[in-house]
């Protein structure tokens, strides 16, 4: 069983950016593509970016295109998103997702593993 932990998130100021963590224990995913989501208190959890196996294909949500990068060493289980222009509409908890494929999804139920997420709080 793998287990994902997340970090690096926190409060920021709207325009600032945060770079979060995702490390991998246990069973490895190196082969399985990664993804973020986030959700906020009583929403549903929404698909932010995800990445393959190898690093490539990265596809990101509408909302997170141009201002947020995932990224991933190859057949690394360290996933990354980067984050940036910042807005307060971003606060939310992010949690990162093992696929159960090679590639990344934009669903849910794609996902076999999840961390425990890491709040964002961007302030105006």
């Known amino acids: 069983q793998a287990q994902l932990v997340e970090s690096g998130g926190g409060l920021v100021q709207s325009g600032g950016s945060l770079k979060l963590s995702c490390a991998a224990s246990?069973?490895?995913?190196?082969?399985?593509?990664m993804g973020w989501f986030r959700q906020a208190p009583g929403k549903e959890r929404e698909f932010v970016a995800a990445i393959a196996w190898n690093g490539g294909s990265p596809v990101y949500a509408e909302s997170a295109k141009g201002r947020f990068t995932i990224s991933r060493q190859y057949a690394q289980t360290t996933v990354y998103l980067e984050m940036s222009n910042l807005v307060p509409e971003d606060s939310d908890s992010y949690y990162c997702?093992?696929?159960?494929?090679?590639?990344?999804?934009?669903?849910?139920?794609?996902?076999?593993?999840w961390g425990q997420g890491t709040q964002v709080t961007v302030f105006s």
């Open positions: 246990g069973r490895t995913l190196s082969n399985n593509g």
């Open positions: 997702a093992g696929a159960r494929r090679a590639f990344g999804s934009s669903r849910a139920s794609d996902y076999t593993t």
